[in-house]
């Protein structure tokens, strides 16, 4: 059954507005979602970007403390190192008169007569709440320099253990290689002797076979004598190690 003309156009009208508001809705949230994640996005370069700043910051605010520090430690020492030279030059002009003043010039050119100057004149002026604070933070640093030495004492003390350990395990492996190789050392010996003996044998056949066999047992005994030299040669070498062979 057909609907009437004007009851399809409506239904056709209200499906495409149906339509419409799907997708009006559709671009809508994908753009809320675009705009959350582009401005998320902005938020985390911002951070990052300010975090960067700061660390540049307290970077360079580091680098010019420490150079500060180290400027004024080379501006005393070098003030002193000038004022020590000119009385110097001085002293070698007039070498009768200026024999205390001298002194105290090469003293004041240490840095612990420097700092004993500067308790017993400057140091005065400081309350007594204040020279127990720079009293007690020295001590603290004393007390944390004594912590690390006793810790890397004991580190080391126990390398040392752990060397001599091993040390001694290597002089017990040393010492029975250079009892074997006395044992082989004296078989070398012996085996000369076969040789010498098999060889005076030999002398006395007149075949051809005899006198092969006679240059075969030579060369043997070439052999024992370079194997004697080798176990000699590891010898002196452990001997050199301090062990006795």
């Keep these: 059954m057909e609907l009437p003309s004007a009851i399809a156009g409506a239904m056709d009208r209200a499906r495409e507005a149906r339509e419409r508001a ?47 520090v180290e400027r004024a430690r080379e501006s005393e020492d070098e003030f002193f190192r000038s004022a020590s030279k000119r009385v110097v030059d001085f002293a070698r002009a007039n070498p009768v008169s200026v024999g205390g003043t001298v002194a105290c010039a090469v003293a004041l050119a240490l840095p612990a007569p420097r700092a004993l100057l500067w308790r017993s004149t400057i140091g005065r002026l400081q309350s007594e709440e204040a020279l127990f604070n720079a009293c007690v933070r020295r001590s603290e640093r004393l007390t944390l320099e004594a912590e690390a030495a006793s810790a890397e004492i ?80 590891v010898l002196k070498k452990i001997f050199k190690s301090g062990i006795e062979v």
């Design 22 to 68: 799907i997708d009006a809705t559709t671009e809508a949230s994908s753009r809320m979602d675009r705009a959350s994640s582009d401005a998320a996005f902005a938020l985390v370069k911002a951070m990052e970007t300010a975090m960067r700043g700061v660390s540049d910051v307290v970077d360079d605010a580091r680098t010019r403390g420490e150079a500060v």
């Design 154 to 233: 004991q580190r080391l003390a126990e390398s040392v253990s752990a060397a001599e350990i091993e040390m001694k395990r290597g002089a017990s492996n040393l010492r029975a290689a250079a009892r074997e190789l006395r044992a082989i050392e004296s078989k070398t010996y012996g085996m000369d002797s076969k040789a010498s003996s098999l060889l005076n044998d030999l002398r006395v056949l007149p075949s051809a076979e005899a006198a092969a066999l006679q240059e075969q047992v030579a060369g043997t005994t070439d052999t024992v004598a370079a194997h004697r030299s080798a176990a000699l040669k």
